[in-house]
């Protein structure tokens, strides 16, 4: 099957999703200023352990093969090792994102002896002036002891996982070297417009000149480090990077929030992409199967604006969390298209006297102070 055809075939949607990424819980003891959640505060109406579990048994009765866990920080539920162990027990392997806070020598030998388990710990930048200015004080110094403890546990090639950044572009080399250090793996992903970064991606989100250095790089490393498939908005500018390379919300992808609530992708928690509660009658099963939300993003997308441009076969008009969030239109340019496209439509679109532009549904900031970029 050519490359052509199984992209053809993944955007008419599959019986159950390739990613589907699980947010257990909206409490969090950082307020990273891009946490796609704006993770926080616990939410009263999290789901259950009893509930969690039954979600489990579905998703093993769709053959799910594996699912991202993350929140908010997923260690704080105190059944989050009992969610793991039944997950793995029925045969979906754990992949869970972390800050580390979490992590000491005990967690990470008993983390090392459980089969069928990835960790991603959460880093943005490779010194503490860097990620602390993001994620928060302290923070950087948390997720290197974290990773010491895998590292002496023996846990084997867990991944370092970094947004990024205007700040952290000059620093992808040393973020390898890092890695490579702890005999880990590498995982960079998009910077979105979500969560509390419809706030903050003004200030960090790349210029378009490092979008050319975050493709060269890609392109000279990608072999070896992960992308989660968020940066297929580069290809415009030469051959494709590995991976899907399409918008898989509703398709491939969805989130299931602490919740229950069912959004298409987890870079879109806003009510326009909510498909559906796990909560509800049919389930999970019937949300991912029947929802109209993930029916209409099945059906052929308009290329829209961008359909007179000859690089959109190659980038797909780009994400549709970013478009959605900095106020673009679903059909149109990528706010970072390469081609400059997406800098048009939003200095046009910053012309006009009053733009509301749309705000994630949901805020379990924690009433404090936050950082600011400057």
């Not at 699912?67 to 979906?92: K, W």
């Not at 069928?116 to 290197?144: E, H, K, P």
């Not at 979008?211 to 989660?228: F, S």
Request: aromatic share 8%; hydrophobic share 40%; with cysteine.
């Amino acid at each position: 099957m050519s490359a052509e055809t199984l992209t053809t075939q993944l955007k008419a949607g599959l019986d159950a999703p390739i990613c589907l990424t699980w947010e257990l819980t909206y409490a969090c003891n950082l307020q990273c200023i891009h946490c796609l959640s704006s993770s926080g505060q616990r939410d009263p109406r999290e789901l259950s352990t009893a509930e969690a579990k039954h979600v489990l048994d579905e998703l093993r009765d769709l053959q799910v093969f594996y699912i991202n866990i993350g929140g908010g920080e997923p260690m704080v539920r105190r059944d989050f090792f009992e969610l793991v162990e039944y997950s793995v027990g029925n045969g979906i392997g754990v992949k869970f994102s972390t800050n580390g806070a979490f992590i000491d020598t005990e967690k990470a030998r008993r983390l090392a002896s459980m089969d069928y388990l990835d960790i991603q710990i959460s880093l943005d930048g490779v010194d503490a002036a860097t990620n602390d200015a993001v994620r928060g004080a302290g923070s950087f110094d948390m997720a290197m002891r974290a990773m010491q403890h895998l590292a002496d546990a023996d846990f084997g090639p867990f991944k370092i996982s970094v947004v990024v950044t205007r700040q952290n572009v000059p620093q992808l080399d040393r973020f390898k070297a890092l890695a490579d250090s702890f005999g880990a793996q590498l995982r960079v992903t998009r910077l979105r417009p979500s969560g509390r970064g419809v706030d903050s991606w003004d200030h960090l989100h790349p210029t378009n000149g490092q979008q050319r250095e975050i493709y060269d790089w890609l392109m000279a490393n990608g072999e070896h480090v992960l992308t989660g498939d968020s940066f297929f908005h580069l290809n415009a500018l030469g051959d494709p990077l590995p991976g899907l390379n399409m918008c898989g919300a509703g398709r491939v992808v969805c989130l299931i929030d602490p919740v229950g609530d069912v959004y298409a992708c987890p870079f879109v928690i806003h009510d326009e992409f909510l498909a559906g509660n796990v909560r509800d009658p049919g389930g999970f099963s019937k949300v991912w199967k029947h929802s109209e939300l993930f029916t209409s993003l099945r059906e052929p997308q308009s290329a829209g604006a961008c359909a007179s441009c000859g690089s959109f076969d190659a980038c797909q008009g780009g994400c549709m969390a970013a478009k959605f969030f900095t106020g673009l239109p679903l059909d149109g340019p990528d706010p970072e298209c390469v081609g400059g496209d997406g800098e048009v439509a939003l200095a046009q679109l910053a012309a006009v006297p009053v733009v509301l532009k749309p705000r994630p549904s949901q805020d379990h900031t924690k009433p404090e102070r936050r950082l600011v970029v400057t």
